[in-house]
């Protein structure tokens, strides 16, 4: 069994930066993929990143270039360093693990409880 818990987030102006870090703990390390999610007030939920077990990352279009996901295995934490922060990246930002089949990431059940992450203009 694997909890996840992320943080990191708060309120920050358009420009600035944040880290988030989602730490696993229970029995069992991150194993698979792991993937941030994000939900944008009144929005759908989108996939941000993305990363592999041996470090193969995917980025969606609207981050690429100011968001870097990346993981330590022997700490059991995957993170996401958000550079120059737009209002349009507000919202609530989720760890997940899981696999992928063929190109699609298909996270598991259990993720972490959510972090907050503010930008204001």
């Known amino acids: 069994q694997v909890q996840l818990a992320d943080s990191g987030g708060g309120l920050v102006q358009a420009g600035e930066s944040l880290t988030l870090s989602c730490g696993a703990s229970g029995t069992a390390s991150i194993i698979n993929a792991a993937g941030w999610y994000r939900q944008p007030p009144g929005k759908q939920r989108e996939l941000v990143a993305t990363?592999?077990?041996?470090?193969?990352?995917n980025y969606a279009d609207s981050v690429k270039g100011r968001f870097t996901i990346s993981r330590d295995n022997a700490k059991k934490t995957v993170y996401l360093q958000m550079n120059s922060l737009k209002p349009d990246d507000t919202g609530l930002y989720y760890c997940?693990?899981?696999?992928?089949?063929?190109?699609?990431?298909?996270?598991?059940?259990?993720w972490g409880q959510g972090t907050q992450v503010t930008v204001s203009s």
């Open positions: 997940t693990t899981g696999p992928f089949f063929g190109k699609t990431y298909v996270p598991n059940s259990t």
């Open positions: 990363i592999s077990v041996d470090g193969v990352i």
